[in-house]
Nanobody, 114 residues
């Protein structure tokens, strides 16, 4: 079960922090990622975090986004800074294991516009 929150409308250069409450198979939620789907586009992973805290980012968000997690609460975060219009998308969290991605949450809308 995945519930994303924290999206909204922000001006270019602004910041937002997204949250994802995750529950279910412990293996599935051990390695998580943030994905985004821009208008008319496909859903792609932008950041991931492994069980050991190791992180990975796609080039377009590197040095602007930070993924983290609170293991005690099973909450995943995405701190987003220096937001640009091209970051506009619906953001989702989900497992990095393909077999675990049978269902998705509703996502949270991020709109970057002046």
């Amino acid at each position: 079960h995945l519930v994303e929150s924290g999206g909204g409308l922000v001006q270019p250069g602004g910041s937002l922090r997204l949250s994802c409450a995750a529950s279910g198979d412990t293996t599935c939620i051990s390695t998580m990622g943030w994905y985004r789907q821009p208008p008319g586009g496909e859903r792609l992973m932008v950041a991931s975090i492994g069980s050991a805290g190791n992180t990975h980012y796609v080039d377009s968000v590197k040095d602007r986004f930070t993924i983290s997690r609170d293991n005690a609460k099973n909450i995943l975060y995405l701190q987003m800074r220096s937001l640009q219009p091209e970051d506009t998308a619906v953001y989702y969290c989900n497992s990095m294991f393909p077999r675990c991605r049978g269902s998705w949450g509703r996502g949270t809308q991020v709109t970057v516009s002046s």
